[in-house]
């Protein structure tokens, strides 16, 4: 076997053989729970009231692409539909591929569809993570202080995230001049190209903090909501938890599947609501399996949708 062969199968059997050993595992832990125990919530939930949830988590995946739609706004106009399909897309492999892999996947289809090269996309993506980044440890800092009456010194870590991309955005002009002064090279463009592509005005940077934390909003309080229908936990207690999983997703240590990390971070942020061990893992496995089976369900839901590229191709004489 020549080193090129070795070196192109052995990315392959490492990814196969980390969703052999995570399933092995989960395997495990669905033995140790039980299946019983494992399905018994999901029969006290009701169809309509699952469905809703089920609603409500596509209807976070349109804000996601009504963020990425308005950011792009110029070359975008009147391409919801294809956005759409890119972002959720996105999401799916984000969920499934492990060390955040799936985020390769941006780039490339907003040039796929869109033409966009990745000198513009990779940026703004990092500013959608750090602005993500901030809803998500605001909202647990605060249910944690609501759930839990942490001392005031808590506090100081909300102060100092609430400005922080406000601080970021201010700042942008100030750095771009420090950059533009150094000597030429490919880092000098780099850096210069990112700092372009932050928000150009206030109206745009507020319509972006506003569509991500709306997003955040409805995604985390539905996971809230469903974790504490398969676990006797209060909303303060739930959403922490569900904070806790989804934190994981978007940090960069990410198993494949998202399967043993998310439900590691459930576990952690349930530990100090005093849930036995065993309640919140079943708790962790089963919201895992509502995240990861309504990003598939959305993912077949955009299938059929036609994105710019189809959409010539049909139009040109065959």
Do not use: C
């Amino acid at each position: 076997m020549t080193s090129s062969a070795h070196s192109s199968i052995s990315p392959r059997l490492k990814i196969l053989l980390a969703w052999v050993l995570v399933l092995t595992v989960l395997t495990g832990v669905v033995a140790w729970i039980g299946p019983d125990r494992l399905l018994a919530p999901w029969r006290l939930i009701s169809a309509p009231s699952l469905g809703l949830a089920l609603l409500l988590m596509v209807l976070s995946y349109a804000l996601r692409a009504l963020r990425i739609q308005r950011y792009f706004i110029h070359e975008l106009r009147g391409q919801f539909w294809p956005t759409l399909k890119l972002s959720t897309w996105h999401i799916l492999l984000n969920n499934f591929l492990p060390m955040r892999t799936g985020e390769i996947s941006f780039p490339i289809l907003m040039q796929r569809y869109f033409t966009l090269p990745a000198s513009r996309t990779v940026p703004v993506l990092l500013w959608f993570r750090l602005l993500d980044l901030q809803a998500i440890v605001l909202l647990g800092l605060l249910a944690a202080i609501w759930g839990m009456g942490l001392p005031d010194a808590w506090a100081i870590l909300v102060i100092i995230l609430v400005p922080a991309p406000v601080l970021i955005f201010l700042a942008r002009h100030r750095v771009r001049r420090v950059i533009a002064a150094r000597p030429e090279g490919k880092w000098r463009g780099r850096l210069l190209g990112s700092v372009d592509s932050l928000p150009q005005s206030i109206a745009h940077f507020l319509a972006t903090l506003g569509w991500t934390w709306a997003n955040w909003l409805i995604k985390l309080l539905t996971l809230a909501w469903v974790l504490a229908h398969v676990a006797p936990l209060g909303l303060a207690a739930a959403l922490a938890g569900a904070i806790g999983g989804d934190l994981t997703t978007v940090l960069p240590i990410h198993a494949p599947g998202g399967f043993g990390t998310f439900e590691a971070g459930v576990v952690l942020a349930l530990q100090p609501f005093g849930l036995d061990a065993t309640s919140a893992l079943a708790a962790a496995v089963n919201l895992h399996l509502f995240v990861l089976g309504s990003s598939l369900l959305a993912a077949l839901m955009v299938l059929l949708i036609k994105v710019p590229g189809q959409t010539e191709q049909e139009r040109e004489p065959r």
